[in-house]
């Protein structure tokens, strides 16, 4: 068992780190609401973890492996640099694990930065939801060197459902942006399809029952075909982050000369979505727009 910090207590975050307390690790937290931090430590006391730190910086004293989820590149910096930063508090040969969805600029630019103290790091964005982080069934994407994957895999394992080394640094990032590039279209194309069934009067649930057992089936189907047709959207990965991810891809896109005038379509279709004010519902939202 290991000494880990994590930082970032969000609806991802919170039962992350709570996976490596009941795995048996010494875990200390740090969220930038400190409500959310003593929480988690009232919530797991019992378990080896359950320190509540004050800073980053804190929590990664004594720290072997510290993980981070928070929310865009410049959270990431704020919470890895600066005096009460991660790496204020990590001895050398210790890892960093960022698993926030960033640009692969910004993992290569942390890797520069971590690697000057002797640091590790590894960008490992995930994928799975919240339903993944809180029954420990996230897929996740990794991206840095292999001696510091190897330190850092058996502690990402307390939550993961698969877990890979896809190349040196940024390509966990590149990974998850291709994640999220198949996600954008397929969720537009069956906003498309649940509307075009409703709209011509079929029974939707039988529809699905049957389509997907075919070449249509997708986790998608299988898991927000029914609450788009009732229209609920309350739940799961929110347009305002997807826009996030799409943003990335579409700027990662332009660096490499990449096409991918479907995401960028999509991406105005969410920007529509949270111009409606509906921000924080889930991506197959898109439903809604063709109303």
Partial sequence: MATVAFIGLGIMGFPMAGHL???????SVYNRSAAKAEAWAAKHATNHGGHA????REACRNA???????GDDPDVRAVVSGPD??????SAGAVIVDHTTTSATLAR??????????????????SGGQAGAENGALSVMCGGEPTDYAKAEPIIAAYAKICKLMGSSGAGQLTKMVNQLSIAGLVQGLAEAMNFGQRAGLNMTDVMDVISKGAAQSWQMENRGRTMCEGKFDFGFAADWMRKDLRICLEEARRSGARVPVAALVDQFYAQVQAEGHGRWDTSSLMTLLK
Wanted: a neutral charge; charged letters at 15%; aromatic letters at 2%.
């Fill in 53 to 56: 730190a004050k800073t980053p």
């Fill in 21 to 27: 307390a009941a795995k048996g690790h010494t875990v």
């Fill in 109 to 126: 630019d942390m890797t520069k930065e971590c690697a000057g103290l002797g640091v590790g790091f590894i960008d490992a964005p995930v």
């Fill in 64 to 70: 072997t492996v510290a993980l981070c989820c928070v």
């Fill in 85 to 90: 930063g991660m790496l204020a508090g990590l």
